[in-house]
């Protein structure tokens, strides 16, 4: 099996959150549970937003803020108001920009398929402490892709959960019979959120301590993402799902996204690019297990979701990711 090579390696410094060290006020914190609270504090952070002063033409950081705001979960977004609020002066504002931008947007476009910008250099390449400790806990994924594909393909009943079609390798092998005309195509094992996050070289400082800073980003601004992923479980069944080629790289440039609705395990096809003829923006899917295996997780697909959706806003207004 060829060598994985991590696409992160290519990032430099990614930018911290310039609020990490200012604990939360017990004021802000009161507002996670009161809903009119939130609307005040929320209404107050674009208030802060409105009049911030521009570095020049392309300073975006008023505009990508607005969309992180609109497009985060409610948890996520009060930690962002929180942030916003302590990063109140505006060179912390930019910096909390390009915080978002370096430790989320840009390693999910790179570990993705897409290649981003060069990553922002830090202004405080200092160690901190909350990040340095986290590091400590960081292990390797595991990659027995061979036997991860394998459980999927039985999971998703030798198909690709979005077209349909039969996995081509797997009707040569006559693992299964399919009905009579229906599709085949070549299948891959396709990781949800990137397996890129999940490995890095712990002789390498630079790309350890920028692991440590995106995880943290993702797990602020991502809460559902705490306790059910991290840096050694994103290579599970819950982040795995089994597409037709085309259908897997439209997954990871973040062009195709699947949005839960209510009844478990069905989803919106969401299209934020021009996809395959096979693919249909708003379909709906359904997925069954036939296996023992966990069927893809609704949260991870939800965050993914919500990443497109601010890679989408963000192209719309031209921002340079």
């Known amino acids: 099996m060829p060598v994985f090579r991590n696409p992160l390696k290519q990032l430099a410094f990614v930018t911290e959150n310039p609020a990490r060290n200012s604990p939360v006020s017990d004021e802000l914190s009161s507002a996670w549970s009161d809903p009119e609270s939130q609307a005040t504090y929320r209404e107050e952070a674009l208030g802060i937003l409105a009049s911030y002063q521009p570095r020049g033409p392309k300073d975006d950081t008023a505009a990508i803020l607005r969309i992180f705001l ?24 930019h910096t909390l920009r390009n915080h978002l931008v370096d430790a989320i947007l840009k ?27 986290s590091m400590i806990e960081l292990d390797p994924a595991q990659r027995e892709q061979g036997r991860i594909k394998e459980g999927c393909l039985r999971r998703d009943g030798y198909r ?12 040569r092998e006559r693992r299964i019979v399919p009905p009579t005309g229906a599709s085949r195509a070549i299948t891959q094992c396709a990781h949800i959120l990137p397996f890129g996050l999940s490995s890095f070289d712990e002789a390498d400082a630079v790309a350890t301590k920028n692991k440590a800073i995106i995880w943290y980003a993702l797990h602020r601004y991502f809460p559902a993402l705490r306790g059910k992923m991290d840096t050694d479980s994103v290579n599970q069944y819950g982040n795995l ?21 209510d009844k478990d395990n069905v989803y ?28 893809p997780d609704r ?23």
């Open 268 to 295: 919106k096809v969401c299209a934020f690019d021009l996809l395959p003829s096979s693919i249909q923006d708003g379909q709906l899917v359904e997925f069954v297990a036939h296996d023992r295996f966990p069927l």
């Open 107 to 133: 390693p999910m476009k790179l570990a993705g398929g897409k290649q981003p910008d060069p990553i922002t250099q830090p202004s405080n390449p200092a160690a901190v402490e909350q990040i340095d400790l």
């Open 241 to 261: 799902m089994t597409l037709e080629s085309n259908a897997h790289f439209a997954l990871g440039d973040f062009s195709l996204a699947f949005r839960p609705m």
């Open 299 to 321: 949260d991870i697909l939800k965050v993914h979701c919500r990443i497109a959706e601010i890679l989408s806003d963000a192209e719309l207004i031209g921002a340079k990711i």
């Open 160 to 171: 690709c959960l979005v077209t349909g079609s039969y996995d081509l390798r797997s009707l």
């Open 70 to 93: 609109e497009r985060l979960p409610q948890e996520g977004q009060m930690a962002l108001v929180s942030d916003i609020k302590i990063s109140i002066d505006h060179s912390e504002l």
